[in-house]
């Protein structure tokens, strides 16, 4: 059974860094591309960050030069360091796992809060 948990949210203050964590089971994130989306209640889901199963990595525009996304293969953890925080990054973040064969993300996180305050 496939599980990822998300951990790490928080509330901070405008300017400040939180650091999500991803902890993947079932599956060996190497093998996959792994995402981090966000979402705002009323809004869709949307994309922030990818690491691929070969490590590369894309970021949304709204979230370059602020966020970095990196993983551990040997933990099959996989992170998210926010910087620079600003009210509108509030959301609820998810991690999830895309096999290399799919168009979509096959499994989701409960996803974690993060708050920040102006």
């Known amino acids: 059974q496939v599980q990822l948990v998300e951990s790490g949210g928080g509330l901070v203050q405008a300017g400040g860094s939180l650091r999500l964590s991803c902890a993947a089971s079932?599956?060996?994130?190497?093998?996959?591309?792994m995402g981090w989306f966000r979402q705002v209640p009323g809004k869709e889901r949307e994309f922030v960050a990818t690491i691929s199963w070969l490590g590369i990595i894309t970021y949304a525009d709204s979230v370059k030069g602020r966020f970095t996304i990196s993983k551990d293969n040997a933990k099959n953890m996989v992170y998210l360091q926010m910087n620079s925080l600003k009210p509108e990054d509030t959301a609820v973040y998810f991690c999830?796992?895309?096999?290399?064969?799919?168009?979509?993300?096959?499994?989701w996180g409960q996803g974690t809060q993060v708050t920040v305050s102006s």
């Open positions: 999830a796992a895309r096999s290399r064969g799919s168009n979509t993300y096959d499994y």
């Open positions: 079932g599956l060996t994130i190497n093998t996959y591309h």
